[in-house]
């Protein structure tokens, strides 16, 4: 039986990743900051008729990154792990304290590679293994009003496709994978790193924002397509590095490719409500 680690798994796509994995045929390893938040984890995976073992992990703190990686270990090799965990925010960089920002990278990137050294060393001397960065539709998408999350997000792509290719002789597979709008607790958990000022001069910039994510909220992929979209990358004869989730991300990506630079930055100019509707949905297949 294949040993699998999901970090962030008390709601959303860890949750339904790890019910996934589990029905699979993997021993599933549950991480989580706080595991007095493991009922929903443990509800559905009783109603699925799997078992899930919840690990306490803080992907923050390298002596709980260590100390859970080691109890893994006794039950054997990591053959795949799953980076999840994550928090979001929605500010403009002018006004996003430092002390934010950090921790946005620190979460996102930092416990991303912490994961990943942990894992690295054993499965590259098996010369077997899979790693899932969860990166964003941001990742590939640089979203205003969302700086702060959309720069950790491209930390995560670059150093995966880098990464990708440092152990691809090792026969070690890095797939990343970026969802759209999926409802999940991130929204919630991210609401004290959410701003919205209607004094702001930015305040268009934040309302549009919002609307975009309305928007997505309206036609949001369950956290459950995700995991499926996990599974079929970590276990697809054919590789592929990069796995967009949901019907948006998609759209969005596609769009972006198609604008220029400047056409992209453009859409930031003072446009009437009308006009950036117009232009979004035309772009991005999303009505506001």
Avoid at 252 to 266: Q, S
Wanted: glycine letters at 6%; hydrophobic letters at 40%.
């Amino acid at each position: 039986m294949k040993n699998a680690v999901v970090t962030g798994t008390n709601s959303g796509i860890g949750l339904s990743t790890c019910i996934t994995l589990a029905q699979s045929g993997y021993r599933v390893f549950a991480g989580m900051r706080n595991t007095a938040k493991a009922d929903d984890l443990l509800a559905a995976a009783n109603a699925a008729g799997v078992e899930v073992t919840v690990l306490q992990l803080d992907i923050t703190n390298d002596d709980s990154v260590a100390a859970a990686f080691a109890t893994v270990k006794e039950a054997g090799p990591v053959d795949l792990l799953v980076n999840n965990a994550g928090m979001g925010g929605s500010t403009p960089l002018e006004i996003v304290p430092m002390a934010e920002h950090k921790q946005m990278f620190e979460t996102n990137y930092f416990g991303t590679v912490r994961c990943i050294q942990a894992v690295l060393p054993e499965m590259r001397e098996r010369a077997s293994g899979t790693i899932v960065n969860i990166s964003s539709v941001e990742g590939r998408l640089a979203v205003p009003d969302q700086a702060a999350y959309s720069a950790s997000k491209w930390a995560v792509e670059c150093m995966s496709e880098s990464l990708a290719h440092e152990v691809k002789r090792f026969g070690i597979r890095v797939v990343i994978v970026e969802p759209g709008v999926i409802m999940t607790k991130i929204f919630e958990n991210s609401a004290p790193a959410t701003r919205y000022d209607k004094t702001s001069p930015y305040k268009d910039i934040m309302r549009r924002n919002g609307k975009m994510f309305v928007a997505g909220f309206k036609q949001a992929t369950p956290p459950e397509d995700v995991a499926a979209v996990i599974l079929e990358a970590c276990e697809t004869k054919t590789y592929k590095l990069r796995w967009p989730a949901g019907a948006d991300a998609h759209d969005m990506i596609a769009g972006r490719a198609k604008m220029t630079d400047e056409e992209w930055v453009d859409m930031g100019d003072d446009l009437s409500d009308q006009e950036y509707n117009d232009l979004f949905a035309e772009r991005f297949n999303i009505t506001l």
